[in-house]
Structure formats: C-alpha cells, structure tokens
C-alpha cells in the first residue's frame, strides 16, 4: 500500500519517519546480515518478548505469562505490534535513528489526513514535496474510501 512517485534512496537502510520521534515499516531494508535484521527476526519469532511501549498493566500480564513459563503468542499482542512501534524501537536500540529518511520521504500524509487522498480538486503534486520518494496509502484505514476521480487517489489510479 505504497505508490512510489520517485526512485527510492539507495542507502544500506530504508526506513523512514512516520511522524515525529516514530518510524514506519511500510517502506523497509536492511542488510541482510545487519544487527537490525536479526533483531527484528529474533523478536518476532520469540515466544517470551514483551514490548517495552506497552502500557505497564499489559506488560506486567506478559512478564507473568513468561515467568510462569507459558508462552506469548505474538498473534495475541494487540494489532501493530510488530509495526511502527518494533521498527523503532529496533532503531532506537541499535543506534540507528539517524538512518532515518525525513518524514516527506515516504510519509508526507500522515494516517490522520487520509481524507486528503480523496478530496476532489486535489492533486498528488500538492501532498509531496520534491524529496518524496512514496506515498503511504494506509490501506487497512483506506477500505471504505470513495475514490473520487479528480482527487489525488484518483490521479493515482489513473497512472
């Protein structure tokens, strides 16, 4: 659910701001071998991690869960769990932040201004600046969109 209008950077690291302090996933590399990459691929197959963003109740439940040897089951942490939070969290912990692509790069809308995919009368030219390399389309909050044929989603479509 991203649409490129530009030729992605070519660094080791693709990841970018979603908003301020946050990363997203939605556009992501590594190298393969990368600290980043085993850390990602290490969490999300443990059965004992316990996100450190979760809210303390949350987090004492899990470590409970763990210490009484049951297993998490990651399909049970609440939606997004290995999303935005994880990939920052993970940049955070392996100094990696400043790897990190502007907000406008891949994220110029942000998911509160989705309307502004379908609003007619705009063009796509007015959500990017001349750095975005993607638009995040947000699929999963897009479903029930109009799509409007003289609005940015519409011009999109028409490509």
């Not at 209008?5 to 590399?29: D, H, S």
């Not at 955070?92 to 932040?97: I, K």
């Not at 110029?108 to 389309?137: M, Q």
């Amino acid at each position: 659910d991203v649409f490129c209008v530009r030729p992605l950077p070519e660094t080791p690291y693709l990841f970018g701001f979603e908003k301020e302090g946050r990363l997203n996933g939605a556009v992501l590399a590594a190298p393969p071998e990368s600290e980043f990459v085993d850390y990602l691929n290490a969490v999300t197959v443990s059965r004992a991690f316990i996100p450190p963003w979760e809210k303390k109740k949350k987090r004492l439940k899990l470590a409970i869960r763990a210490k009484l040897g049951l297993s998490i089951d990651p399909a049970r942490l609440p939606w997004g769990a290995f999303g935005p939070a994880l990939v920052t969290h993970a940049a955070h912990t392996l100094g990696l932040m400043n790897e990190a692509q502007p907000i406008d790069v891949f994220y110029p809308l942000h998911y509160d201004h989705l309307s502004l995919l379908t609003s007619p009368g705009l063009a796509l030219s007015d959500l990017v600046t001349r750095r975005t390399a993607c638009i995040h389309l947000y699929n999963h909050k897009m479903a029930d969109a109009g799509i409007p044929a003289d609005s940015p989603l519409g011009e999109i479509l028409k490509i």
